[in-house]
């Protein structure tokens, strides 16, 4: 298995959108919208939730190293970002 293929050999560096990274989309989009700094404030908050779900659900299931890599990473800098 390489870092970018997962056991059957498979590319799995770009691979369909599952839901948190569409709600970390959607809701991230919404946010900028957003007229109110409480609803914006909400929203990023929703959007990040949804990002470390998929960035774990990616450290635990992702089909490549790569793809855990990208998950460590992103709860890595969530982290960073949320402490400082």
Do not use: H
């Not at 900028?32 to 450290?59: D, P, T």
């Amino acid at each position: 298995m390489g870092f970018f293929t997962d056991d059957f050999g498979r590319q799995t560096i770009a691979q369909k959108p599952n839901a948190p990274i569409v709600g970390w989309a959607l809701l991230g989009a919404a946010s900028f919208m957003a007229l109110e700094e409480k609803n914006r404030r909400r929203l990023r908050l929703a959007s990040s939730v949804c990002l470390a779900v998929w960035a774990a659900l990616e450290v635990r299931a992702g089909q490549s190293g790569f793809r855990r890599s990208a998950g460590v990473m992103t709860l890595s800098w969530l982290w960073r970002r949320t402490s400082g």
